[in-house]
C-alpha cells in the first residue's frame, strides 16, 4: 500500500453537472476524513468517516455535497448541481485513530475541481 | 472564525541557516498539533506532531516546540536545506475532532 489515492487528479466541468470524486485510504486506516482547499488558504474540514459510518459533517458541506464510505473501505464524494464557487482542490486524508487519541492523517495528492 | 494562525505568509532563509514558522491558536480545546509541508499539486505531507503533554518533539532536522500558555507553537528547521522549500500548513485538533488548519507559510531557501 503506497498511500492515500484519489481519483480522478483533475476535473473540469460546467456549472449545474454532477461530479463525483474517489479516493481510497491507507488499508489499515479506520478514519476517512474529506477536505477542501482554496488558493491562499490552508485545508478546510468537509466531513469524515469512522469505518463506514459518517460521524461528523461541517457547515461548509452543503446539502448539493454528499460523501458515502459503504464498506469503511474506500469513499466517494459527490457534489451535484456544480457552482462556480465549488472550484476548489478537494483532500482525502485516513488515519488510525488511536487510544492515546494520536491522529496523524494522511492526504492524497487531491482532486482539482474546476467549474466553469 | 480562523482558529489556528500563521501570520507570516512567506518567510525566506539562507541554506544552512535556521528557519522558525510560528503559529498561533485560539481553542483551548486543541490538544494535538501538527506540521504539514505541501508542495504544489500535491497534497499535504506529515512531517512533525506534538500532545498537549509535551513541549517539544524532535525528529531529525525538525523540532516542534508548544507553549500552552500562550497558545502558540513554532517549527524549527535546522540546517534549512534548498529541498525545504515549500508551504507549511499548522494544524491542531481537539479530542476526537478534525483537524484546524493554519492559512499556510511560504518556505524559501535559497542557496
Known amino acids: 500500500d503506497t498511500g492515500v489515492s484519489q481519483n480522478p487528479r483533475h476535473k473540469i466541468t460546467k456549472r449545474g453537472q454532477n461530479v463525483t470524486f474517489r479516493c481510497d485510504p491507507i488499508?489499515?486506516?479506520?478514519?476517512l476524513y474529506w477536505y477542501r482547499q482554496t488558493l491562499g488558504q490552508g485545508p478546510e474540514f468537509l466531513t469524515y468517516?469512522?469505518?463506514?459510518?459518517?460521524?461528523?459533517k461541517s457547515r461548509l458541506l452543503s446539502d448539493r455535497f454528499s460523501a458515502e464510505r459503504p464498506k469503511g473501505s474506500f469513499s466517494t464524494l459527490e457534489i451535484q448541481r456544480t457552482e462556480q464557487g465549488d472550484s476548489a482542490m478537494y483532500l482525502c486524508?485516513?488515519?488510525?485513530?488511536?487510544?492515546?487519541?494520536?491522529?496523524?492523517?494522511?492526504f492524497g495528492p487531491g482532486t482539482r475541481l474546476t467549474v466553469l | 472564525d480562523q482558529q489556528v494562525k500563521q501570520n507570516s505568509p512567506s518567510l525566506s532563509v539562507q541554506e544552512g541557516r535556521i528557519s522558525i514558522l510560528n503559529c498561533d491558536y485560539t481553542?483551548?480545546?486543541?490538544?494535538?498539533f501538527l506540521w504539514y509541508k505541501k508542495y504544489p499539486a500535491e497534497g499535504p505531507t506529515f512531517l512533525i506532531s506534538?500532545?498537549?503533554?509535551?513541549d517539544k518533539n524532535e525528529d531529525g532536522r525538525f523540532t516542534v516546540f508548544l507553549n500552552k500558555s500562550a497558545k502558540h507553537l513554532s517549527l524549527h528547521i535546522v540546517p534549512s536545506q534548498p529541498g525545504d522549500s515549500a508551504v507549511y500548513f499548522c494544524a491542531a485538533s481537539a479530542p476526537g475532532y478534525a483537524l484546524n488548519f493554519g492559512k499556510g507559510t511560504s518556505l524559501l531557501v535559497t542557496p
Open positions: 488499508s489499515e486506516h479506520n478514519r
Open positions: 506534538i500532545s498537549s503533554i509535551k
Open positions: 486524508a485516513s488515519s488510525l485513530i488511536l487510544a492515546s487519541g494520536i491522529n496523524e492523517q494522511f
Open positions: 468517516f469512522q469505518n463506514e459510518a459518517q460521524l461528523e
Open positions: 481553542n483551548s480545546m486543541f490538544d494535538y
